[in-house]
């Protein structure tokens, strides 16, 4: 196994996730496939943790691991001279870029999946958040509390969750690159496929 096609594996699963995240978090804005106004979307929605942090933070880092695809494992920007260590240092920087983005992501639909939707309740006029400490995820009873929009609960539940674990799948290839770039950072000349002198346990195959 090689640092570039591993990097290129990388890359190539990092930019599904980056699209679904996208979609989970603009499907947010539309509970139940409505249109409703805008103050009555749960807030966690408006923070953008699926579209920037796991979306468009993303795309930087999946881009670049598909860069470090030849398995000449030399150049960057298509420069061969500016050599494989300078690339793979540079992968360990969009690493950690992405790993604040999906980080960001993650701790958003954690907090969001704790605090529960916004929601209209029987015999109210104000839109809240009627649940506490994430008991609705434990009691579906509790759903009932929430009758506008029609299924927020389970759209809510469904889609920062989903968020959840695509944001926690990309903080864990971040740091897989960031850790395959430290190793091609110091080990520099390799001869590739068979990289750097130096098997990495997590893909001895
Ligand atoms: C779920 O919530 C309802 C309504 O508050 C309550 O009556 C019921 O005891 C709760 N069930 C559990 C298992 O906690």
Request: with cysteine; glycine share 12%.
């Amino acid at each position: 196994m090689c640092c570039g096609s591993c990097a290129k594996c990388l890359g190539t699963t990092l930019i599904p996730l980056a699209v679904l995240a996208t979609l989970a978090n603009i499907l947010l804005f539309f509970p139940g496939g409505k249109i409703i106004d805008s103050e009555n979307i749960t807030v966690y929605v408006w923070y953008f943790g699926g579209i920037l942090g796991s979306g468009v933070l993303m795309v930087f880092p999946a881009l670049v691991f598909l860069g470090l695809k030849n398995n000449d494992c030399c150049g960057c920007c298509g420069n061969e001279s500016c050599g494989k260590r300078f690339a793979m240092f540079t992968s360990i920087l969009f690493a950690a870029v992405g790993i604040l983005g999906s980080g960001y992501c993650f701790i958003v639909s954690s907090v969001a999946l704790n605090i529960g939707p916004k929601c209209l309740q029987a015999g109210q006029t104000k839109w809240e958040y009627p649940f506490v400490d994430g008991d609705y995820l434990s009691n579906h009873t509790l759903w009932n509390r929430c009758v506008e929009p029609e299924s927020i609960v389970p759209w809510h539940l469904t889609l920062f969750s989903i968020l959840l674990i695509i944001s926690g799948a990309q903080v864990v290839l971040c740091a897989i690159q960031a850790i395959n770039g430290i190793f091609g950072t110091l080990c520099g000349e390799c001869k590739c496929c068979g990289c750097c002198g130096v098997r990495l346990p997590l893909w001895t195959a």
